[in-house]
């Protein structure tokens, strides 16, 4: 029972790491994004903002800065992680309402992370 949370902390550590020995310039993860404009609290306790640029990762500590890019309109917005998720199967990451119309996303869309220093 106990080598699940261990597990899940070695991958969010391997990920940071490998994140970190990228440089932040290289491609990091890609994937399906969904957007959330609901809430009260987030996991790190912060209060949301449906309109703010933040955005919800399973793994990247709090506070870490993403640059997501929609490839089908060329825009990108740089994120701060500041909740958990996305808990459906396939997605990588969820934007606030906020982000995601920055870079002209409605319903899911593929997108590419970076993590920037």
């Known amino acids: ?13 391997l990920t940071v790491a490998a994140l970190a020995l990228s440089g932040g310039a290289a491609l990091a993860q890609g994937g399906t994004a969904s957007w ?3 809430g ?3 996991a790190s306790g912060e209060r ?6 933040t955005a919800a990762h399973r793994t990247l500590p709090f506070g870490t800065r ?3 890019e929609n490839p ?3 825009r990108s ?6 909740d958990r998720g996305p808990f459906v199967r396939g997605r990588i990451i969820d934007l606030a309402r906020g982000s995601a119309r920055a870079i ?12 920037v220093r």
Request: hydrophobic share 35%; proline share 4%.
């Open 40 to 42: 009260h609290r987030t």
């Open 36 to 38: 959330y404009g609901s």
């Open 1 to 13: 029972m106990n080598s699940k949370p261990v597990r899940r902390t070695t991958a969010a550590a």
């Open 48 to 53: 949301f903002n449906p309109n703010g640029m």
């Open 72 to 74: 089908r309109t060329g």
């Open 77 to 82: 917005v740089v994120v701060r992680i500041n």
């Open 66 to 68: 993403v640059r997501v």
């Open 104 to 115: 002209g996303m409605s319903g899911t869309t593929y997108v590419s992370l970076q993590v």
